[in-house]
C-alpha cells in the first residue's frame, strides 16, 4: 500500500510538473506571437503640428531633443525569446543538476567523466547567461555588434546541448527533450536576431 501511495504521488507531481511546462510554451507562444504583431505593425510616429514654433520644428529636424518622434527599432521577439530563454535557462540547469546526481548515485560511470560532464554544464550556464545578457542589450541598445557577438555565441551553447543529447556517457529520455528545447530557443534567436541587425542596419543608413 505505500509503494502504492508513493507511485501515486510521484504521479500526480509528474502531471503537475507537465500542466506547468504546458502553460509555460503557451504563455511563451502567446507572447511570442504578439511580439511579432507589434513588432511588424507598427505605429509610426506623429508628425509635427502646424501649431508648433519654428524652433521646434528645426530641433525635430535636427533631432536633438524630440525623443518622442523617435520609432525604435528594437526587436520584441527577440526581447520576448531571450526573457523566456533565461527562465527555462535556470529550469534546464536546475534539472540537469539533479538528473547528474541521480545518475552519480544509481549508474557506474568511467572516472572522470562525470566531473567533466558537470563541469561543463556550469560552463554552459555560464556562456549562455553572457549570451543572453548581451543579447538583451545589443537589442535594446540597437547596437549591430552585440547581437552579432549574440549570434556567434550561440554556436558553442548549441554544440554544447548537442554533445548531451549524442555524446554524453548516459543520454535519458529527459535530456534529449531538455536540450532540444534549449536547441529551438537557439535556432529561433539566431534566425530572429538576424532580421534584428538587418533592420538596424537600414535605421542607421
Not at 509635427?48 to 514654433?53: E, M
Not at 535594446?140 to 557577438?149: M, P, Q, R
Request: charged share 15%; hydrophobic share 50%.
Amino acid at each position: 500500500k505505500q509503494g502504492g501511495c508513493a507511485e501515486r504521488g510521484c504521479t500526480v507531481e509528474c502531471i503537475a510538473c507537465f500542466l506547468q511546462a504546458c502553460r509555460f510554451l503557451a504563455d511563451f507562444c502567446r507572447l511570442f506571437l504578439v511580439g511579432f504583431l507589434v513588432d511588424f505593425v507598427r505605429v509610426q510616429p506623429a508628425p509635427i503640428s502646424r501649431g508648433r514654433s519654428i524652433v521646434d520644428k528645426q530641433r525635430s529636424t535636427m533631432g536633438s531633443d524630440n525623443k518622442g518622434d523617435y520609432l525604435s527599432k528594437a526587436s520584441l521577439p527577440l526581447q520576448i525569446l531571450i526573457f523566456f530563454n533565461g527562465v527555462w535557462l535556470a529550469i534546464f540547469w536546475a534539472v540537469c543538476l539533479g538528473v547528474f546526481i541521480w545518475k552519480g548515485i544509481e549508474l557506474p560511470y568511467p572516472g572522470g567523466r562525470l566531473a567533466g560532464e558537470v563541469i561543463l554544464l556550469f560552463a554552459h550556464a555560464l556562456v549562455e547567461s553572457c549570451r543572453l545578457l548581451i543579447g538583451s542589450k545589443g537589442n535594446k541598445t540597437e547596437h549591430k555588434v552585440l547581437v552579432i557577438l549574440f549570434i556567434v555565441l550561440s554556436i558553442p551553447s548549441a554544440l554544447v546541448n548537442i554533445f548531451y543529447i549524442e555524446f554524453q556517457t548516459y543520454v535519458l529520455r529527459l535530456d534529449l527533450i531538455l536540450n532540444t528545447v534549449c536547441l529551438l530557443f537557439i535556432g529561433l534567436e539566431i534566425l530572429v536576431g538576424i532580421f534584428a541587425i538587418v533592420r538596424f542596419s537600414e535605421s542607421h543608413d
